[in-house]
């Protein structure tokens, strides 16, 4: 058994949970992985069950210890990232009093409406435009109108993250960086917005959040007895506070500076940036003070379905092979034969932030097969990522690179389109899984072994390739991104009309 200093990180994504192990130089040791379910049970629905995540948490940890060759004794110190915003509502001890609304659920959109005209100047995080039904208070403000009972007896109203360490250490606490960028809180602004809460009906529910609100890297506790137990850790190993999937994979692509945007690809897609200066523009959320690295400014866009609306074609085609269709759809040209995907199945996180808004598959002719389909579906979520990294550009973040991790890079196909539709070099990191190094890093900072997160980050992080666009397709591509845009701008009605429609309810 190996003795040296080791790291566990945690990553609670949307179908599973993954547990790794790494050493002080970024490099993976094991993972293991176990998986939970989703239940969407209405349209804009989808739901996780708590107990399901900590179940996960005991067997992949356990798992990747093992398969590691590591002793117990030696890790450090452990930390988690989940997906966020995904609200749970807990009693006095901690335990769920309802399946947890995860990110993707956005039947609060009647909710967030309402929130956006409220006129606060907390909404400028929105982009001064309309207000997610992903977030923190749209959801809140759901539960306690339709469920008000639960609402009343919940002690605790938190994200995945909180539920997850307290069951852990006992102490319930907010990450500085979910509450930033998804709960109205800003750190340059006296926390969480009062007057906003207030106005949106909500002010009881800031006596239900965590108190306590520690930046990323910073310890929460040691381990209680059950957890250890649970995790089959000692009692004294230390958990380090961790937070969004998304933003802590911005750690673990090394995007700790401005300059680069960190391109997460797996069931969504997030484009996340730092800036010196804070930076609101209609569009893009944030930005964020202080929720990567102190002093500077995250922002963020985003896609809400990008691999997910891959998995679904996947299911509709039944037996069909990725490698086979990726084999397929790479001999297709620019444009796969004249067809054009909006990828809004869930709806749309950014530029529109419309959760109403549905996909679209358009110019569909009887010559086209399953490979034209993936490859349109692919080129769709590319248009949407340009057209996020336009209004960015637009607003004044100009990067010169995409740093990419996440499902999307295993398709060299996916990879390579990304490239051409925008123009920009993508480059890739020697450890593919960002959100699992980028927790491996904040348990490193967290135990004391460096001193901050760019320098854990100079030490943990390695670079492996660059893909180049090829700027005859990125030409043959912008009458396609043309018609993309133009299938919203034009349908958009209509597709709120199909939603509500879906909803069961009547104009």
Known sequence: MKNEPYFIDVDGGTESLRAGVFDAKGHPLAFA??????????????????NDWWKA????????????????????????????????????????????????????????????????????VNGYGPVSAEWMAPKALWLKENEADMFNRATYICEFQDYMNHKLTGRMTGSLNNVSIRWHYDNA????????????????????????????????????ANA?????????????????????????????????????TGSSHLHLGLSATPLHAKGIWGSYPDAVVKGLYALEGGQT?????????RRLLGSADLDSLNAEAMNLPPGAEGL???????GNRTPHTDPDSRGVISGLALKHGPAHLFRAVIEGVAYGTEDIF?????????????????????????????????????????????????SAILAAVGSGAYSSIPEACDAMVEFARTIHPDMDSHEKYKPLLE?????????????????????????
């Open 228 to 264: 250890a137990e649970h995790l089959g850790l000692p009692i004294t190993t230390p958990v380090i506070q961790g937070g969004a999937d998304a933003f802590v994979a911005m750690v673990g692509l090394g995007v700790v500076k401005p300059g680069r945007l960190a391109f997460i």
């Open 57 to 124: 948490l005991g067997i992949a940890v356990r798992k990747a210890v093992a398969d590691a060759r590591v002793s117990p004794s030696s890790v450090a110190t452990i930390c988690l990232d989940t997906t966020s915003c995904s609200v749970v509502a807990l009693d006095a001890n901690g335990d769920p009093l309802r399946p947890a609304l995860i990110w993707m659920d956005v039947r609060s959109g009647e909710q967030a409406k309402r929130i956006a005209a409220c006129g606060d100047e907390a909404l400028r």
């Open 483 to 507: 018609a993309y845009r133009n299938t919203y701008l034009h349908l958009k009605d209509t597709l709120h009309r199909q939603a509500a429609i879906g909803k069961g309810v009547s104009d």
């Open 390 to 438: 336009a209004t960015m550009c637009k607003a004044g973040y100009r990067p010169l690179e995409f740093v990419m991790c996440g499902g999307a890079t295993r398709s060299d196909l996916w990879m390579q389109i990304h490239a051409d539709v925008s123009g920009v070099p993508i480059q890739l990191t020697k450890v593919p899984d960002a959100p699992s190094l980028g």
């Open 305 to 313: 379905s990008t691999g997910s609306v891959i998995a679904w074609l």
């Open 189 to 224: 602004r006296d926390g969480f917005q009062r007057s906003f809460y207030e106005k949106i009906g909500l002010g009881d529910v800031l006596e239900k959040f965590p108190k306590d609100i520690l930046p990323m890297g910073e310890p929460i506790g040691n381990l209680t």
């Open 33 to 50: 992985v176990s998986d939970y379910v989703t239940q969407f049970p209405k349209p804009a629905h989808a739901e996780q069950n708590p």
């Open 340 to 346: 054009v995907v909006l990828e809004h199945f869930q």
